[in-house]
Every structure is written in structure tokens, then in C-alpha cells.
């Protein structure tokens, strides 16, 4: 006879009608309030309570400021807090998580975010202690940091970062999870680190660089490093091709590691570029990707770990296609164009230049990422590093210091090595390295015949004894060498490589050059072993070499052009062999004229490609493209045959300054088109479709 309103709950709690009203949050508030301690009774209650609470702030935060008032009054944020400190189970953290995430996700009022964040709760629930072996608990709690991490600027960094604890929650929090198992982990990590370094604030910046920079960098150019190796490996054992599928999903990683380090360079912040290259350097392009190059018996690098000549030769190449920091790509052409690694010692007029002061190596940070960070949080003011251009104070000359597992490489800036008497001392960076670009470039001229160990690697990659299997990465490495913007025509004409920066291409690389012919030459015979890519590739090298653009000029020798007119001439010679042979010669001749002028080689996209790593192969069962593989079967090599004549073709016009005008064979404005009055007198009979549409 009597009932309890629907409404009503036990503990004299009433529930509101709308849920979309101040008097709903007040209604939640007391439902926390009555059960702030987790018990198997009121669990599932409290999950459904911080559900709605973040479903009523952000309707608050949109129609109703009393709304956002109350929460704040009643700092609803600390009963967060409290849940977490009882280790209440998984299914509160992540619902206070998720809560968290799709509140500072869905906010718009900067008044409400900067209220949300001014009482320091958020930094405390960012260092909790979580159960990170739950997946999902992981991953609420990477995307709530992201979340964060894109509320970041110049105002809200501020309550993150405490200058005078000299800690950073935030982003030493998330840079700890570096190297997770989980690769959307990994990506929200560079995706955080990158939303840090873009707030223009200077003491964040130099915490960041003088607390972290080191640490973080040597430890995530070690893990990229092994990561190199897991590469290596899955290329020796996957000749058979059998796990394509897995080596395609290590490169795309390593691929999106070199994305992410030129992301860095990009932002142009000189501080951490200057930490960043030098790890790089010497702990990963010196030791792994160049000694791999060219192994040298005497070398103590080759006690270390290497990888293959070819794997060498592709991570080169994408470091080029990729990357564009000019400090770093110069240093990198130095060491490649050099005669040794001492080729970074120089001396020059009073300018003492010195970018190579440590035995580089592939080294294992002496401790974790995580702990350093912890040793360091707190530490009082950073330790300044006069390494990296942090010359501002007393002492910034002294050989080097240890904090944790960052090693302060005593690089000594190169504004305060220069000479006493030196006139000038104020010397920018970029005069800096084209002052030590100048001077490779005259010691190189004064002896024109000193061996280049890793640049005759290069070049003796271009020769396909076999097959193209070392060429097409060689190829790469030195059209991406030419096209990178970071690298200076000074140091290309070292070694007399033109590209579109020389101001002529006269006298271009004569030795190159006819390597490139006899791979052109190779590539016409009956039993070629050059891949159709790795023509293209030695095509489009060949004419960076060799014609301009700018004043629509080839500078070829006439020697040199007589030999690509007589591969032309072999091409179209062979060509005929299948013409005869073939009852659809000329539909397949058209169709692979209409696919050449359709998909036009896309370098960049070619050499993400991860089965160029393993060794040709022919049968088309791999699913490996028609371009990048061996021909199998007579209508392929037919195919291939065409493909070759167009291609050469298409080098020769360019050569020669002339315009196509036979091909294709059939011309769209001679066939008949829709609607056309077709005249049939004095016709065969025409084969045609007829195609109605239903009315």
C-alpha cells in the first residue's frame, strides 16, 4: 500500500529528474560524499556516478557556469584522488580515467580548464601509481595524458611544469613509455613529447634540455637501435619471403621513428636539436648505419654490432629521404664524402673546429630511462651543459659532467673554441658549418685521388654482377643525397655530384655516370637481372645528374649520349623479337604506355617498401609488384620488354630537348566518343555494346 518514489534511494538521497541541471551534479556530489570508501557493495554505484558526473560538466560547461562553480567549490576532484590511494580495483581506475579523458577532452572554456588545473590534483593523479600491466588502464592512461598534452601553451604550461620543484610530471610521466610493447602507446608518447616542445616557454625548454634531453634521447637512439638489428635479422632469415608480412610492419616502425626525430628537428628548437644530433651521431649513424657501410678489420667499431651492406644502404637512403636538419645532415655527408671518421678534426686559420671529441659506439645507457628520471625529479636547478652551446656561465669550459645515464659529451661549443685571436667570435651556427663545408671541400681538391672508404661503397653497390639487389639502395642513397635540403652543393661538389642546387653540371661525376650507363646497357639484355624500378631509379639519378631544368639543358658528353642512344637502340631491337611473337602485342604495348604515364615512380613511397630488402625474386606468388620483381613467363617478359623501350625512350627525348609525338598509337581525339553519329557505309562490321538504362 505504500510505495517509495522511484526517485528515492537509500540513505535519503533523491534523485533529479534531469540529469542536465546543477541539482543532479549536487545529487552526485552527495552520492560520493556518502560512499567515500570503495566496497564491493557500492562499486558498481560509483563507476555509474563518475560516468554521469563527466556527462553533466561538460553540459555544464557549455549552458550552465553554476554547474562548473559547484564542482570547484566542493573540489570534487580530491574524491578522484581517494579512489585511486584505496587500490579500489581496475574498474574505478578506469572509469576515473576515462572520466578525466573525456572531460579535459570536450572542454571549451578556458576559465573551467584553468580552474580544473589550478589545484595541482591533475599532476597528482598524473603520478599515481597505476596497474600498467592492464591494458586498458595503459591505455586511459596515455590518452589521458595526451589529452593533457594538447591543452598545453604558454598559459597552461605553467600548471604543469613547477619551475621551483623543478619537475614536469607530465612529460617525464609519459617519456617513460617510450619503448612499450604497444605501439599506439609509443605513438602517443611522440605525440606528447612534441605537443611539450612546441610551447614557446624558455625555463620548460631548458628543464627539458638540461634534465631529460640527454637521457630521453640516448635511451629512445638505443631502442631505435635494436630495433635496427630486429630489422637485420628478419632480412637474413627471410630469404624465402615467407615473412613479408612482419618485415613490413618493423620497417613501417623504424620509418615512423625517423618521422618522429625530424618532427623534433622541425620545431628549429637550437637546445634540444643540438643534444638530439650528437646522440644521434654518435650512438646510431656513426656506429651502426656507416661503419655497417664498409667494415674495417682495424676498426674497434667492428667489434660492435652491425647489420648488412644492403640494410646499411636503405637505412641511409631514408635517413636522406626523410630528415632535412641542416647541422646534421651536413655532419652526416661529411663522414660519408670523408676519407675517415677523423675527417670531423680539422684546423683551420686560428678556428679550431672539433665535432668528434668521443669514440662514438652503439652503447647501452647505464641505467633505464625511468630511473634517471626519478633520480633527477626534484633535484634542484639543472645542472647547466656547456656542451650544447651553454656558454653563458663560469665554468662552462670544464670537460664534462654525469647526471644519471645522460653523459654531457664535452663537445665544446664551436664559438668558444675558436682562437683568442681570432677577429670575430660571434659566429652563428650556420656560418659555423659552412666555414667547416668550405674547408672539407678545399682539402678534398688538393688531393682528388684520397680514397673515400663509404662512399666507394656507395658506387661499388652500383654494379649488378648478380643482380640489382645492392644497386637499387645505392641508387636511392644518392638521388635522396642529391635532393635533401640540408645538404650543402659545396660538400656534393667534393665528389662532383650536381643536382638541381649546382649552378652548372658540367662537369659532373664522369665515374658515376658511366656506372649508371652500364647498369642502362645491362638492363636491355635478354636475361637482364635489373629490376624495371631500378631502372627508373638510375634514370631519374642520371638526369639529376646531368640535365637541367632550370635552362632546359642536358650537359652529357657525347660519348656518354652515344651510349644511351645504343641501349635505346638494343631496347627497340629486342623489342621486335615479341612484336612478332605476341597476338596481343600492341593491346599490352598501349596498356603499359597508358599505366607509365597514369603511376609515375614515386621515390619516396617506393622505398618505404619493405621487400626491397630481400633478395629479387620472380615468381609473381609473392604479391611482390610486377615493377620490383623479375619477370616470370614469356608475356612478362614482353611486358618488361615495353616497359623498358618507354623507358628508355622517354631518356632519350629528354637528352636530346625533344617532345613526344608517335606515342601512344591510338590518339583519344581519333576514337569515337558517346553520343557520336557513327557513318557505316563502306564499314566492317564494328563490335560493339549496347548499354540501356531502365526507365
Known amino acids: 500500500m505504500f510505495s517509495r518514489p522511484r526517485n528515492w534511494l537509500s540513505g535519503g538521497l533523491w534523485k533529479p529528474k534531469n540529469p542536465h541541471s546543477l541539482d543532479y551534479l549536487k545529487y552526485l556530489y552527495s552520492v ?56 579500489s580495483g581496475r574498474y574505478i581506475c578506469v572509469q576515473l580515467l576515462q572520466t578525466l ?18 589545484n595541482n590534483h591533475v599532476n597528482s593523479i598524473i603520478v599515481h601509481k597505476f596497474d600498467f600491466s592492464d591494458e586498458e588502464v595503459m591505455a586511459y592512461y596515455i590518452s589521458f595524458l595526451k589529452t593533457l598534452s594538447l591543452k598545453l601553451n604558454k598559459h597552461t604550461i605553467h600548471f604543469f611544469y613547477n619551475e621551483h620543484t623543478n619537475d614536469f610530471a607530465l612529460y ?78 618493423i620497417v613501417a616502425e623504424h620509418l615512423n621513428h625517423l618521422h618522429y626525430l625530424n618532427d623534433i628537428f622541425s620545431l628549429k628548437i637550437d637546445k634540444l636539436n643540438d643534444v638530439l644530433t650528437d646522440h644521434l651521431l654518435k650512438r646510431l649513424l656513426i656506429p651502426l648505419y656507416l661503419c655497417s657501410l ?18 646499411s644502404l636503405f637505412l641511409l637512403s631514408q635517413v636522406y629521404l626523410i630528415m632535412s636538419d641542416g647541422s646534421l645532415m651536413r655532419q652526416l655527408t661529411l663522414l660519408v664524402f670523408g676519407e675517415t671518421l677523423s675527417v670531423l678534426t680539422m684546423q683551420t686559420e686560428g678556428l679550431a673546429i672539433d665535432l668528434h671529441p668521443q669514440t662514438p659506439g652503439f652503447i647501452e645507457p647505464p641505467e633505464p630511462l625511468a630511473q634517471t628520471l626519478d633520480n633527477n625529479r626534484g633535484a634542484g636547478r639543472p645542472v647547466r651543459r656547456p656542451n650544447y652551446s651553454d656558454t653563458d656561465e663560469p665554468g662552462g669550459s670544464s670537460p664534462g659532467s654525469v647526471e644519471g645515464n645522460s653523459i654531457f659529451y664535452s663537445t665544446s661549443d664551436l664559438a668558444s673554441s675558436r682562437s683568442p685571436n681570432s677577429p670575430d667570435t660571434n659566429i652563428t651556427d650556420e656560418e659555423k658549418l659552412n666555414t667547416l ?95 624495371l624500378v631500378t631502372l627508373e631509379m638510375c634514370i631519374l639519378l642520371l638526369q639529376q645528374l646531368v640535365y ?93 620488354c615495353i616497359r623498358v623501350y618507354f623507358i628508355l625512350r622517354e631518356l632519350s627525348l629528354i637528352l636530346q630537348q625533344s617532345t613526344e609525338s608517335r606515342l601512344p598509337l591510338t590518339k583519344l581525339a581519333d576514337c569515337h566518343k558517346i553520343e557520336d553519329v557513327l557513318d557505316l557505309n563502306n564499314s566492317d562490321l564494328i563490335a560493339c555494346t549496347i548499354v540501356t538504362t531502365d526507365q
Not at 567515500?36 to 549552458?63: A, C, K, Y
Not at 635511451?219 to 630469404?239: A, Q, Y
Not at 642502362?520 to 637482364?528: E, G, K, N, V
Not at 652529357?556 to 644511351?564: G, K
Request: charged share 25%.
Open 294 to 311: 664498409k667494415l674495417d678489420s682495424h676498426h674497434p667499431l667492428n667489434e660492435q654490432p652491425h647489420v648488412s651492406p644492403v640494410v
Open 172 to 249: 617525464t610521466e609519459a617519456i617513460k613509455f617510450f619503448n612499450h610493447s604497444e605501439s599506439m602507446v609509443r605513438i602517443a608518447v611522440r605525440t606528447i613529447t612534441l605537443n611539450v616542445f612546441k610551447v614557446d616557454d624558455e625555463s620548460m625548454l631548458s628543464y627539458v634540455r638540461d634534465k631529460t634531453a640527454a637521457p630521453y634521447f640516448s635511451n629512445l637512439v638505443w631502442f631505435i637501435g635494436n630495433h635496427i638489428l630486429e630489422v637485420d635479422s628478419c632480412v637474413r632469415n627471410n630469404t624465402d619471403h615467407q615473412s613479408r608480412g612482419r618485415l613490413s610492419d
Open 32 to 87: 560520493l560524499g556518502k560512499n567515500q570508501t570503495v566496497t564491493d557493495n557500492n562499486r558498481s554505484l560509483l563507476v555509474e556516478t563518475l560516468r554521469s558526473m563527466s556527462e553533466i560538466l561538460i553540459w555544464g560547461d557549455q549552458n550552465d557556469s553554476t554547474v562548473f562553480d559547484f564542482f570547484l567549490e566542493k573540489s570534487m576532484l580530491s574524491f578522484f584522488l581517494r579512489y585511486l590511494r584505496q587500490k
Open 548 to 640: 637541367s631544368q632550370i635552362d632546359d639543358k642536358c650537359y652529357l658528353q657525347d660519348r656518354h649520349l652515344a651510349c644511351v642512344e645504343g641501349a635505346k637502340e638494343e631496347a627497340t631491337l629486342f623489342l621486335r623479337n615479341f612484336y612478332k611473337s605476341e597476338e596481343i602485342f600492341l593491346d599490352m604495348f598501349e596498356d603499359e604506355y597508358r599505366q607509365r604515364q597514369q603511376k609515375p615512380l614515386n621515390v619516396e613511397y617506393l622505398y618505404m617498401d619493405a621487400s626491397l630488402l630481400l633478395p629479387p625474386t620472380v615468381t609473381p606468388l609473392t604479391g611482390i609488384e610486377f615493377s620490383k620483381r623479375l619477370p616470370c613467363g614469356e608475356v612478362e617478359r614482353a611486358r618488361r
Open 437 to 531: 663545408s668550405s674547408t672539407f671541400v678545399q682539402m678534398q681538391h688538393i688531393d682528388r685521388f684520397t680514397t673515400r672508404p663509404y662512399f666507394e661503397a656507395i658506387l661499388g653497390a652500383l654494379e649488378c654482377i648478380d643482380n640489382d639487389y645492392e644497386a637499387i639502395f645505392g641508387l636511392g642513397l644518392l638521388y635522396a643525397l642529391c635532393k635533401n635540403k640540408g645538404v650543402l652543393q659545396q660538400l656534393l661538389d667534393a665528389v662532383e655530384l650536381t643536382s638541381d642546387k649546382s649552378m652548372s653540371k658540367e662537369n659532373y661525376n664522369v665515374g658515376l655516370v658511366e656506372r649508371l650507363i652500364k647498369i642502362i646497357t645491362l638492363s636491355c639484355q635478354p636475361a637482364s637481372r635489373v629490376r
Open 101 to 118: 579523458n573525456i572531460l579535459f577532452e570536450n572542454i571549451s572554456n578556458e576559465t573551467s580548464l584553468y580552474y580544473l588545473l589550478s
